[in-house]
Nanobody, 120 residues
């Protein structure tokens, strides 16, 4: 199991921006992707975005296209999620996980996540 540590959440007004970070340790990311997921109160966890570790391809859930951008820093084993034009419905705990490249299939136990709160 890889260990993931998410950070960067906080309180922001609607229309604002946040940048989340995910640091992965303990397992390789070669030939895999690193994905962001989120879970709002009373809802199922859902896929947000992922990026292949051996390429530059990012893929996104439809509801964040054009607003969120995923990127990575390979030497730091870190992935970022830049979230712009945040909406109240984006409020959730955001988690990251290793995923099978090109999919949303996860490999590891979930970390603590980072809480994003969006005020109207």
């Amino acid at each position: 199991q890889a260990r993931v540590v998410e950070s960067g959440g906080g309180l922001v007004q609607a229309g604002g921006s946040l940048r989340l970070s995910c640091v992965v340790s303990g397992r390789t990311l070669d030939n895999l992707a690193l994905g962001w997921f989120r879970q709002a109160p009373g809802k199922e966890r859902e896929f947000v975005a992922a990026i292949g570790w051996n390429g530059d391809s990012g893929y996104y859930a439809n509801f964040v296209k054009g607003r969120f951008t995923i990127s990575k820093d390979k030497p730091k084993n870190t992935a970022y999620l830049q979230m712009n034009n945040l909406k109240p419905e984006d409020a959730a705990v955001y988690y990251c996980n290793r995923v099978r490249a090109g999919t949303t299939v996860t490999f590891d136990a979930w970390g603590q996540g980072t809480l994003v709160t969006v005020s109207p």
